[in-house]
């Protein structure tokens, strides 16, 4: 088991860029997580998927940050334009029947808007 | 919507003590409630959890005690390592919802 997997692992871009993260849950898992982890605002919950659709997004920031999940095994999470204060360390995690089950977490990325 | 505070926010404690975090929540539908442990750098990992139908859990060091009445959950280390060394995260799940505590962070003192 390969675990989540994310890309890019660190990703520094100037302001105003197109940023996407990528991420693949664990094979066989239905539900899909994207978090936002600062020291200001500790770890927060994005959006996450359940069979590929969208559940609920309530955490997204605003209408800058959208997410897909285009089949079981692939999901992004883009930023357009980008912003300094969007600078974060962002995770997916995967989980199996059910948001009251034990998360995986990926490694994240590290993302530095200039 | 759910609310959870978790305290304290830094511990540090001797090799060899114990060590415990408490969080408290406020929606009673809660009725899972987790805990994770991030190494500085590393991504979160479950280290246990506990459901609203029993008041505890342990496994090895670690347990987990929760108390619906009063709306509260404690994590317990016992024997505490240097490799104990770590932020702690609750969470409570109400519904569809997930919310964290805003972290512990665990300084074990060789």
């Known amino acids: 088991d390969a675990g989540v997997i994310q890309s890019p692992r660190h990703e520094v871009t100037e302001m105003g860029q197109e940023v996407t993260l990528r991420c693949k849950p664990i094979?066989?898992?239905?539900?899909l997580f994207w978090y936002r982890q600062t020291m200001m605002r500790g770890l927060e919950l994005l959006i996450y998927?359940?069979?590929?659709?969208?559940?609920?997004d309530s955490g997204m920031p605003e209408d800058r940050f959208s997410a897909k999940m285009p089949n079981a095994s692939f999901s992004t999470l883009k930023i357009q334009p980008s912003e300094p204060r969007d600078s974060a360390v962002y995770f997916c995690?995967?989980?199996?029947?059910?948001?009251?089950?034990?998360?995986?977490f990926g490694d994240g990325t590290r993302l530095s808007i200039l | 919507g759910e609310n959870v505070e978790q305290h304290p926010s830094t511990l540090s404690v001797q090799e060899g003590d114990s060590a415990v975090i408490k969080c408290t929540y406020s929606?009673?539908?809660?009725?899972?409630f987790p805990w994770y442990k991030q190494e500085l750098g590393k991504r979160p990992q479950l280290i246990i959890d506990?459901?609203?139908?029993?008041g505890e859990k342990k496994d090895q060091r670690i347990a987990v005690t929760l108390n619906k009445t009063a709306k509260h959950f404690s994590l317990h280390i016992t024997e505490t390592q240097p490799e104990d060394s770590a932020v702690y995260f609750c969470?409570?799940?109400?519904?569809?919802?997930?919310?964290f505590g805003t972290g512990t962070s665990l300084t074990v003192i060789p």
């Open positions: 995690a995967s989980s199996t029947h059910g948001v009251r089950q034990p998360q995986h």
């Open positions: 094979s066989g898992h239905d539900y």
């Open positions: 998927f359940n069979n590929n659709v969208p559940i609920d």
């Open positions: 929606d009673s539908a809660s009725n899972y």
């Open positions: 506990i459901r609203s139908n029993v």
């Open positions: 969470a409570a799940i109400p519904g569809n919802q997930f919310y």
